[in-house]
C-alpha cells in the first residue's frame, strides 16, 4: 500500500522546514569557530538573525497547524510525520545559541526547554504511532532517512538538558534519553535496511534524507561526549563508525550526483533546490561538531592528528555547502515570486 505525500494546497510551511535551522545552527556551534574573523565579527549577528529567523519560521509552522488537511496529512503520511522532529532538534539548536550568546535570557531559555520538552515527549510517542503504521501498512519500501529524526530529535534534547545544567553530576537521566534516541536508531535502521534489500534497484533511489543514517549517530557520539561518563575509547569506536557511514553515503551521493547531472543536466541535476537538502548540511556540521568536541575534551589523553587534519577540511566542506544552499533557496524564492 502506498502512502500519502505531504501535499498541501493552501499556503503551509514543509514540515521539515526546521531543518534549515537546525543546519545554521550546527553551523554556529561548530564549523564557525574554525574561522575566527567570522566568529568574531558575525558569530553573534549570526545567533540573532538565526533566532529571529527561526521564531519567524516557527510562528509558520504553528499557523499551519490550524490547517485541518495540514494536520491529517501528520497523521495520514506517516513517513513524511517525522518532519516534525526538525522543529524540536532546531528548537535545542536555538536554545544552546541562547545558553552560550545570552545567559541573561535564562527565564525565556527555561520557558522554551520546558515546552520543547514536552513537545519531544509527544513527538516520541508520535514516532513509536507512525512506526507501528508503517509495518501495519507494509510500508517499508518508501522509509528514507526522515525516519532517523526520532533519533536526531531525542538526542538533542540530552545535549540541551547537558547544555543547560552544567556539570551534571549524575547525567543518568540524560543516558536513559540518550538509550532512548538508540533505540529509534537501531528500529529505524532495521527499517531501512529492508528497504535497500528490497528496493535499492538503482543510484536514483537513494534519497537526500538518508544521510542522515551518519548524521544521527554523530549527533548520538556528540550526547556521549557532552556527557562526560563514557571512555574515550568507547567514543573513538562511535567516531570511526560515523566516518565509515560517512565514506560510504558521501561516495553513492557522489555518484548519484553524477548520474543526475548526466540525465538531468547540472542545474536541474544538483542545483535546484529542495528542503531535503538540509539534511547533508546538518549532518556535515553534526560530524564537524562531533570531531571537535572528542577533540578538544579529550586531547590530554590522544593527539587526534587524523581528526583534526578532517575536521580542518571538514570545516570548509561545510561552509562551502552553507553558502551554496543558502543561494539556492534564495533563488528558488526568487523565481518563485516571479512565476
Known amino acids: 500500500m502506498r502512502l500519502q505525500s505531504f501535499d498541501i494546497p ?4 514543509d514540515v521539515a522546514a526546521g531543518s534549515i535551522i537546525m543546519a545554521m545552527g550546527i553551523f554556529i556551534l561548530g ?28 510562528g509558520f509552522f504553528v499557523t499551519s497547524l490550524f490547517n485541518k488537511e495540514y494536520r491529517l496529512n501528520l497523521i495520514h503520511s506517516p513517513i513524511s510525520s517525522f518532519g516534525v522532529g526538525t522543529w524540536i532538534a532546531g528548537t535545542s539548536v536555538i536554545c544552546i545559541l541562547m545558553i552560550n550568546q545570552m545567559p541573561e535570557l535564562f527565564f525565556i531559555i527555561r520557558i522554551l526547554i520546558y515546552v520543547n520538552l514536552l513537545c519531544w515527549l509527544l513527538f ?34 540530552s545535549l540541551l538538558l547537558l547544555n543547560y545544567f552544567h556539570n551534571i553530576e549524575s547525567p543518568y537521566f540524560v543516558i536513559l534519553i540518550i538509550c ?25 533511489e537513494w534519497k537526500n534524507t538518508d544521510c542522515i543514517i551518519h548524521g544521527a549517530l554523530s549527533i548520538t557520539g556528540l550526547a556521549m561526549t557532552q556527557t562526560g561518563v563514557f571512555p574515550v575509547q ?25 548520474k543526475r547531472i548526466k540525465d538531468y543536466g547540472i542545474r536541474r541535476g544538483i542545483f535546484t533546490y529542495h528542503i531535503t537538502q538540509w539534511a547533508r548540511n546538518f549532518t556535515f556540521g553534526m560530524f564537524y561538531f562531533f570531531t571537535f568536541n572528542i577533540v578538544k575534551s579529550y586531547s590530554n589523553i590522544e593527539p587526534f592528528v587524523f581528526q583534526k587534519n578532517f575536521m580542518t577540511w571538514l570545516g570548509w566542506v561545510v ?13 528558488s524564492k526568487l523565481r518563485w515570486d516571479i512565476e
Do not use: D
Request: with cysteine.
Open 319 to 331: 561552509l562551502i555547502l552553507l553558502i551554496i544552499e543558502v543561494g539556492l533557496l534564495i533563488t
Open 31 to 58: 564549523a564557525l569557530h574554525q574561522f575566527p574573523i567570522l566568529e568574531k565579527n558575525f558569530g553573534l549577528i549570526f545567533s540573532v538573525l538565526l533566532i529571529l529567523f527561526w521564531f519567524i519560521m516557527l
Open 180 to 204: 532512548i534516541g538508540n533505540v529509534f536508531y537501531l528500529f529505524s535502521i532495521g527499517l531501512l535496511i529492508l528497504r535497500f534489500i528490497s528496493k535499492f534497484h538503482k543510484i536514483h
Open 124 to 157: 516520541i510517542f508520535f514516532c513509536g504511532y507512525q512506526l507501528k503504521k508503517i509495518i501495519v501498512m507494509q510500508s517499508t519500501k518508501e522509509v528514507h532517512g526522515v525516519i532517523l529524526l526520532s533519533t536526531v530529535s531525542t538526542q538533542s534534547i
Open 10 to 13: 493552501t499556503r503551509t510551511i
Open 234 to 258: 568507547i567514543l573513538m569506536i562511535v567516531w570511526y563508525t560515523v566516518f565509515g557511514l560517512f565514506i560510504v553515503i558521501e561516495t553513492i551521493e557522489v555518484i548519484r550526483g553524477y
